[in-house]
């Protein structure tokens, strides 16, 4: 069974930093890409980040770019974001997700978010 | 950056019924589209993707279509379950992109 459980969210102040935090199981890890996706309080749904298998490709919204960092242990199955300079706007449930691979082993970085976590919320402010 | 809209943003519908939900992209993606829903306090699941294909686990009585840009999702016979909010998104380029959502309630 899947499983995917982020860590790491709280309150901060604008300016500050977070560092989120997704361990997972269940799954190869290394062969998935895995993404970051957020919805802030009664809004829909946004994607915010995602990293390739190797780790040697990353991708961001313009909303995030320069200020938040993608990143994962392939040896410790998990994923990472690093939230900085952070905004009221940036309050928001953030939810991990696992990317796809077709039956044949076929992995694409560019993909659905197959599984979620259940998330783990950030709240900026003064 | 590939706007995704979907309509309509509430969907009113009795248990048993037939739902229609659609999605236009503001650009070609091919058939990379996937469709999820939200309940209340939980995270998204996966129902669709490919514009057509059930995710694991997903009932027959979702089913999704493709005409050009344009997208439906069906839900053949709701059932209590299916009461919940419907994305659309894209992962044909990046940014990948969600509509804004179709909230499907009970008439």
């Known amino acids: 069974e899947v499983q995917l459980l982020e860590s790491g969210g709280g309150f901060v102040q604008p300016g500050g930093s977070l560092r989120l935090s997704c361990a997972a199981s269940g799954f190869t890890f290394s062969s998935y890409a895995m993404h970051w996706v957020r919805q802030a309080p009664g809004k829909g749904l946004e994607w915010v980040s995602t990293i390739s298998n190797s780790g040697d490709s990353t991708y961001y919204a313009d909303s995030v770019r320069g200020r938040f960092t993608i990143s994962r242990d392939n040896s410790d199955n998990t994923l990472y974001l690093q939230l900085n300079s952070l905004r009221a706007e940036d309050t928001a449930v953030y939810y991990c997700a696992n990317g796809y691979c077709t039956t044949n082993g076929v992995c694409y970085t560019k993909s659905i978010q197959h599984y979620w976590g259940q998330g783990t919320l950030v709240t900026v402010s003064s | ?107």
Not at chain 2, 3 to 30: F, K, N
Not at chain 2, 33 to 41: E, I, R, V
Not at chain 2, 51 to 79: D, H, K, N, W, Y
């Open chain 2, 1 to 107: 950056e590939i706007v995704m809209t979907q309509s309509p943003a509430t969907l009113s519908v009795s248990p048993g019924e037939r739902a229609t939900l659609s999605c236009r992209a503001s650009q070609s993606i091919r058939s990379n589209l996937a469709w999820y829903h939200q309940k209340p306090g939980q995270a998204p699941r996966l129902l669709i993707y490919g514009a057509s294909t059930r995710a694991t686990g997903v009932p027959a009585r979702f089913s999704g279509f493709a005409s050009g840009t344009e997208f439906t999702l069906t839900i053949s016979s709701l059932q209590s379950e299916d009461f919940a909010v419907y994305y659309c998104q894209q992962y044909d380029n990046w940014p990948l992109t969600f509509g804004g959502g179709t909230k499907v309630e009970i008439k």
